[in-house]
């Protein structure tokens, strides 16, 4: 049974950081491009991450330059670091195993995790 475990959302005040960390079981990790995605309360999903199993990223505007994707193959799991939040980031956060990345027009999600909300407020 493929899963995806995310954990490290809460709540931090603007301004401040968060390590968002996914974990796959039941696959080959290494086979899949990783990715984020985050869902805002009316909002469509959104990709905001992508790491290749090639280890080639590429983020969205919106968060180019706060936040970094990782990933570790020997412990199968990916990353989200998330610093300089602010409330519009406010979402619940997805883990995501698919195949197509870097470039997010070309990335078909597969597998998707639980989620974990994030909240940014003072």
């Known amino acids: 049974q493929v899963q995806l475990v995310e954990s490290g959302g809460g709540l931090v005040q603007p301004g401040g950081s968060l390590r968002l960390s996914c974990v796959v079981s039941g696959t080959r990790f290494s086979i899949y491009d990783m990715g984020w995605y985050r869902q805002a309360p009316g909002q469509q999903r959104e990709l905001l991450a992508l790491?290749?199993?090639?280890?080639?990223?590429n983020y969205a505007d919106s968060v180019k330059g706060r936040f970094t994707i990782s990933r570790d193959s020997a412990k199968k799991t990916v990353a989200l670091q998330m610093n300089s939040l602010k409330p519009e980031d406010t979402a619940v956060y997805y883990c995501?195993?698919?195949?197509?990345?870097?470039?997010?027009?070309?990335?078909?999600?597969?597998?998707w995790g639980q989620g974990t909300q994030v909240t940014v407020s003072s």
């Open positions: 995501n195993a698919g195949l197509g990345g870097p470039r997010f027009g070309d990335y078909n999600p597969r597998i």
């Open positions: 790491i290749t199993s090639g280890l080639r990223t």
